[in-house]
């Protein structure tokens, strides 16, 4: 089965940093395009980053520009989400989401990871 | 860049068709044929029920099918079922290398 599994949310400070990572079974995570999406409490869903196989490009809304950094280790099956000078705002459900080579789907989600950014 | 437009509830009772539509612009919907919609459950994560604007995903019913004229993609749910209750979400490509995603609609069946 395909699984994706989140890790590394919790409680942050405004002003902080966090490191969320994200694993993959049942299939290479290698071979996929791979995004992050969140969701605040309540609220629709946001595309936040983006990150190809290789790791060589990478997207991120402007929201997040400059304050998130998207990578991957294929050779530990696992990719990233480095999040520095958090914000209130930034509290949200963290997915990580496998897209579909070539045609710009994100399929496969994870149940995500709680991201609160509070004082 | 803003999200996509959606009604923000849809209710049908059981049996009947309902639509949810999704508006952007043509530097997103209107421009490619990469919408795709999710249904998602409280507490749950999203889950594809339609992509390239038309596809189903091998497993989900046939009773979810989609559909985009102009800048505007629909999902229409036929033979509506209580376990369809839920949130739907369109999303696109944009030309800006991004995605976006739709303002969300709550399904409700009477």
């Known amino acids: 089965d395909v699984q994706v599994v989140e890790s590394g949310g919790g409680v942050v400070q405004p002003g902080g940093s966090l490191r969320l990572s994200c694993t993959a079974t049942?299939?290479?995570?290698?071979?996929?395009?791979m995004n992050w999406v969140r969701q605040a409490p309540g609220e629709g869903l946001e595309w936040i980053s983006y990150i190809n196989s290789r790791g060589t490009t990478t997207y991120y809304a402007d929201s997040v520009k400059g304050r998130f950094t998207i990578s991957r280790d294929n050779a530990k099956n696992s990719l990233s989400l480095q999040m520095n000078s958090l914000r209130v705002e930034d509290t949200a459900v963290y997915y990580c989401?496998?897209?579909?080579?070539?045609?710009?789907?994100?399929?496969?989600w994870g149940q995500g990871t709680l991201v609160t950014v509070s004082s | 860049q803003s999200a996509l437009t959606q009604p923000a509830s849809v209710s049908g009772s059981p049996g009947q068709s309902i639509t949810i539509s999704c508006t952007g612009t043509s530097s997103d919907v209107g421009g490619y044929n990469s919408v795709s919609w999710y249904q998602q459950y409280p507490g749950k994560a999203p889950k594809l029920i339609i992509y390239?604007?038309?596809r189903r995903p091998s497993g989900v019913s046939g009773r979810f099918s989609g559909s985009k004229s102009g800048n505007t993609a629909t999902l229409t749910i036929s033979g509506l079922q209580a376990e369809d209750e839920g949130d739907y979400y369109c999303?696109?490509?944009?030309?800006?290398?991004?995605?976006?995603f739709g303002t969300g609609t709550k399904v409700t069946v009477l």
């Open positions: 989401a496998r897209e579909v080579s070539g045609t710009y789907t994100i399929d496969y």
């Open positions: 390239d604007v038309v």
């Open positions: 999303c696109s490509f944009a030309s800006t290398n991004t995605y976006v």
């Open positions: 049942g299939f290479t995570l290698s071979n996929y395009e």
